[in-house]
């Protein structure tokens, strides 16, 4: 089978992790702190899943309300895309209705389904939780979202699993799996 690339985006609220958990995934360490994201950051990672050789190119978009007005324009040519929040901030999971907004705009004239997987961060802070499980598995049913997957950057736990889960959606809608 010949490799295949796939585009990924990474939206929600600023703070949530999504920054964490890109690098979490690329180079299995975590950061305490990070600057904000300005814009966009962009970064490649080949995988193998199912017996594909896969080249994920990974957008992680800014948080802040400043650089929302730029991210229509990436979506375009996703082959699938992260909706992220903090559970322990329940602002996070509200805001992923304008993060819909923002992503509706930007695929109305993509004549493609982008597959969506919507992760609860910090799972690490389980003890300080705002938004539960059930709410969020609620949100991402009515939504038709791909999946829900609870994840932490910091121990590192399901980090991998949204990924390989991401990428084996892609390749089912490609016809390559």
């Known amino acids: 089978m010949k490799p295949k690339k796939f585009k990924i985006c990474i939206f929600g609220d600023g703070g949530v992790g999504k920054t964490s958990l890109v690098n979490r995934y690329l180079t299995g360490v975590f950061q305490e702190h990070y600057r904000i994201t300005i814009g966009a950051d962009f970064f490649v990672k080949r995988i193998n899943v199912n017996g594909a050789t896969v080249t994920l190119q990974i957008w992680d978009f800014a948080g802040e309300d400043r650089f929302k007005f730029i991210l229509p324009s990436y979506i375009t040519g996703s082959s699938g895309c992260i909706f992220m929040f903090d559970i322990t901030r ?3 999971i509200k805001n992923l209705n304008d993060w819909m907004d923002i992503f509706n705009k930007g695929s109305k004239n993509y004549d493609k389904e982008v597959p969506i997987i919507m992760v609860g961060g910090k799972l690490d802070l389980d003890h300080k939780r705002s938004v ?43 016809n390559l799996a």
């Open 132 to 174: 539960m499980s059930e709410q969020a598995i609620e949100y991402a049913e009515k939504n038709n979202f791909s999946h829900y997957v609870e994840c932490s950057s910091k121990t590192g736990e399901n980090v991998d699993d949204i990924f390989v889960s991401i990428t084996k959606i892609m390749l089912d809608k490609a």
């Open 90 to 92: 329940y602002s996070s």
